[in-house]
């Protein structure tokens, strides 16, 4: 009887013989190999078939997988059906000094039960190198942006389980990715180039100064060497023929 009593006081729940009997106390597999499979393999085929290099995700040299960009993390949560909740859990904003550092969390959210399905930490500050050359005063809007960008990659990895296919975000890769050019700058001729074919592509000035971020570490096009605006202007080239092709083929697929 005092045994009972202490039992049920305490809420010890005692394993049960079988439990015990099998010499495991590891949980069962919630999902079987074979959903597993297929569940990556649609994610698979989703990149392969609706998201376009250079908008949604970027490669870089000496990486196998590709980096998941802004516009591509929005479409999965929008395949996946996933609300965002955006709080900025830190700051640090030194008017006097020019620091500012802000640390934001994504809660990615089912639409169609409202469970929280998983959430991601992001951060930036004012110190990083991609902004040494920038007054820190006119940058503090862009440094938040950063980290709720930092954030949303990481909660969007998570949630889709697509951190296989993905690498991380492009900010922590080594500088010395980046391709060499002198310092000669870009001509003027080149500059005009990018602007153009940015323009053709109904490119938004945010994916095409994350692409030269990602690839050159440097915020604008006057900042690009010749040699890295060549090899910039092909890159937006060949994303003008892709384009061109998808455009093909929903018109071939309209006309049917």
């Not at 005092?2 to 015990?20: A, C, E, G, L, Q």
């Not at 990083?128 to 920038?134: I, L, T």
């Not at 389980?161 to 922590?172: A, K, P, V």
């Amino acid at each position: 009887m005092k045994t009972d009593k202490h039992s049920t006081i305490s809420n010890i729940v005692p394993f049960s013989s079988s439990n015990s009997s099998n010499g495991s106390s590891l949980p069962n597999v919630v999902v079987s190999s074979s959903e597993s499979k297929r569940r990556i393999e649609e994610l698979q085929t989703f990149v392969d078939d609706v998201m376009v290099k250079g908008i949604d995700y970027g490669m870089v040299d000496g990486f196998s997988k590709p980096t998941l960009l802004k516009p591509g993390a929005e479409k999965l949560c929008d395949v996946f059906g996933f609300s965002k909740s955006v709080d900025v859990v830190n700051r640090i904003e030194q008017w006097n000094t020019g620091i500012f550092a802000y640390e934001v969390k994504m809660t990615l959210i089912r639409k169609d039960n409202g469970i929280i399905e998983a959430e991601g930490l992001g951060s930036c500050n004012s110190k990083e190198a991609a902004f040494q050359q920038q007054n820190p005063f006119t940058i503090v809007n862009t440094v938040l942006k950063m980290a709720k960008k930092r954030a949303l990659i990481d909660a969007v990895l998570s949630a889709t389980r697509s951190s296989g296919i993905f690498t991380q975000d492009i900010e922590d890769f080594p500088k010395q990715l980046s391709i060499k050019g002198g310092d000669e700058l870009a001509t003027k001729y080149q500059l005009q180039t990018i602007f153009r074919i940015v323009a053709e592509l109904n490119m938004r000035p945010e994916v095409a100064k994350e692409m030269m971020q990602m690839m050159y570490q440097v915020d604008h096009s006057t900042k690009l060497t010749k040699k890295q605006a060549s090899s910039f202007i092909q890159d937006l080239l060949q994303l003008k023929d892709v384009s061109k092709e998808l455009k093909e083929l929903d018109k071939q697929q309209y006309n049917k």
